[in-house]
């Protein structure tokens, strides 16, 4: 019998008797590697088979047992499919709905995907991952309306023995990809959209890291207005109690200001373009409660706050409103809340006054304002204001403004100058309150104001130059009468004129008590400012004899 290289015999026909492709046909003929193989296999396809017989039943049962957890909201559940191989479950259109208003949906979820986490297997936990594909989150005032007026508290309705009955095992890590979030408000067809976002949370049980404040770790980003974008990456205990404990750093990017108007809707600001950055941090537990904004710019926004004499009421309890919640806020100790530095650049503020005789507009442009050192806590020192621009488009203007967190009382130092202003700028404004205008001169403005100890000291001073009143070819068409009054206008400015410098100047003292504990800094420097700059501008002009009315 002959032999190989490698001593394999072979068949009188020279076909190896031996060799690895005979040892290979023993085994797969084999009934022991055939019943091995097939058995298991055969389950598996038949296992996979059934599972899809279960599909419906599961579905039904599913979404009948969620909404049996929920008080006020209900869901629907298109479809769901259990993978037994893997133990995962993949449901399809889970949509959420509120009783009240179910339309739109508060959240559609296309693609949920739950399965055992087994990397953590390891580690002797049995826990889940979450994965949300495109899901669309919508908000809306009348939901959040009837969220609000609800007896029944977020917690008492039931979201988390819903959420417990689409997988058994408790969430360790979550992923949403490709979501969006849209706030309507009160115009449908402007809504305020977050799109393409991201968000990915790891260790949710604290099975690692459990001696840690915050063992879990996220990341968030997405799309913002359109052409935003923003970043939020931190840390956090999810099972902090009685509430959970988040901290993280947030940095926002080219998000368009003018965008916002939504939330506008229904106050006394009107906001176009304008362009937005930030950076900061904040934290929210039970014994810290931070924010921190580091850095915040806005370039070119035109902002113009408009008052109505049929709002005046409102307006004013908004802003006591607003006062009475920075004294509960000040000097908090379980609550900061600080401004590193506040900048913008490039911009038009303005006040229209529709409830005037006539209505008119004031405003600064190319205005430039800082912030800086701004906080709730006394402890911190003063903030320091810097305000910059053209008064009504030619008077330069600087301001500086000093104050304190309130305690005890505001504590302000205002500073203002304004150099050069055209009058003929301010007509409308001369038109409204003392029925004439002028046809040349010039407006300038020193003011200081002090607040401490509820009491108020200061002064404002203006200066007049080379004022023209009375201009025969604009005044020719107008009643006898009121020529005769923008003469005597124009007469009194030339007598009280300085003969050394050409100008008319006027002082107006400030000094008095606070009466009003509840008014707030800002609304006490805006208020003692409107009054004494109109008194001052207007000396002597804001009333006229009868029968002088231009028409």
Not at 126 to 138: E, K, M, Q
Not at 155 to 164: D, R
Not at 284 to 311: C, F, I, S, W
Not at 376 to 405: E, I, V, Y
């Amino acid at each position: 019998m002959s032999q190989n290289k490698v001593g394999n015999t072979r068949s009188p026909g020279g076909v190896p008797t031996d060799g690895p492709r005979s040892r290979l046909q023993k085994l797969t003929g084999s009934p022991a590697l055939r019943w091995g193989v097939g058995v298991p296999a055969g389950l598996a396809v038949c296992l996979y088979s059934v599972s899809f017989l279960l599909d419906e039943p599961l579905r039904a049962m599913m979404e009948k047992r969620m909404n049996g957890h929920l008080i006020g909201y209900s869901v629907r559940l298109s479809g769901l499919h259990l993978n037994p191989i893997g133990l995962s479950l993949t449901l399809k259109g889970l949509t959420v709905l509120q009783q009240a208003h179910p339309d739109p949906p508060v959240v559609v979820f296309p693609v949920l995907k739950a399965s055992i986490l087994w990397s953590e297997i390891l580690s002797g936990s049995l826990v889940a991952t979450f994965r949300l594909d495109a899901p669309r989150i919508n908000i809306n005032l009348q939901q959040l309306q009837s969220q609000a007026s609800s007896a029944v508290t977020m917690k008492e309705q039931g979201w988390q023995q819903a959420v417990q009955e689409i997988y058994p095992l408790k969430i360790n890590a979550l992923k949403i990809h490709d979501a969006s979030v849209t706030y309507i408000t009160r115009d449908p067809g402007k809504p305020l959209v977050l799109s393409h976002l991201n968000l990915q949370a790891t260790n949710i049980r604290n099975i690692h890291l459990p001696d840690k404040v915050y063992p879990s770790s996220f990341h968030l980003d997405t799309a913002i207005l359109g052409t935003g974008h923003g970043t939020i990456d931190g840390r956090a205990n999810f099972l902090g109690e009685p509430y959970p404990g988040i901290k993280g750093r947030v940095k926002l990017e080219a998000v368009p200001v003018e965008n916002l108007k939504p939330l506008l809707a229904g106050s006394s600001f009107t906001i176009e373009g304008g362009m937005l950055g930030a950076s900061g941090e904040a934290e929210y537990a039970p014994n810290v409660k931070l924010a921190r904004l580091e850095k915040l710019t806005v370039q070119g926004m035109k902002v113009d706050y408009h008052h109505y004499q049929a709002n005046a009421s409102l307006e004013k309890k908004r802003v006591a409103l607003v006062g009475e919640t920075a004294r509960k806020l000040a000097n908090r100790p379980e609550l900061v809340v600080r401004a590193d530095q506040v900048s913008l650049t490039g911009c038009n503020f303005g006040i229209v006054n529709h409830a005037a005789p006539k209505p008119y507009r004031l405003f600064l442009t190319q205005a430039d304002f800082e912030l800086n050192n701004f906080s709730n806590q006394f402890t911190q020192g003063p903030a320091q204001a810097r305000l910059t621009g053209k008064f009504m488009g030619s008077g330069t203007t600087a301001a500086t403004l000093n104050f304190r967190p309130q305690q005890g009382g505001p504590d302000v130092d205002l500073h203002l100058k304004v150099d050069e202003t055209r009058m003929t700028s301010l007509n409308d404004l001369l038109r409204s309150y003392g029925d004439f205008d002028v046809s040349a001169g010039v407006f300038s403005l020193v003011t200081e104001l002090h607040i401490k100890n509820d009491t108020l000291t200061g002064y404002l001073k203006p200066f007049f130059r080379d004022m023209q009143v009375y201009d025969k070819r604009k005044d020719k068409d107008s009643p006898i009468m009121h020529k005769v009054y923008e003469k005597l206008v124009g007469a009194a400015a030339w007598l009280l004129q300085n003969r050394s410098r050409q100008e008319v100047a006027t002082r107006v003292a400030i000094h008095g008590s606070l009466k009003n504990p509840q008014t707030s800094t800002w609304q006490i420097v805006g208020e003692l400012f409107k009054n004494a700059f109109f008194k001052a501008l207007l000396p002597g002009f804001d009333k006229q004899p009868a029968g002088t009315a231009k028409r």
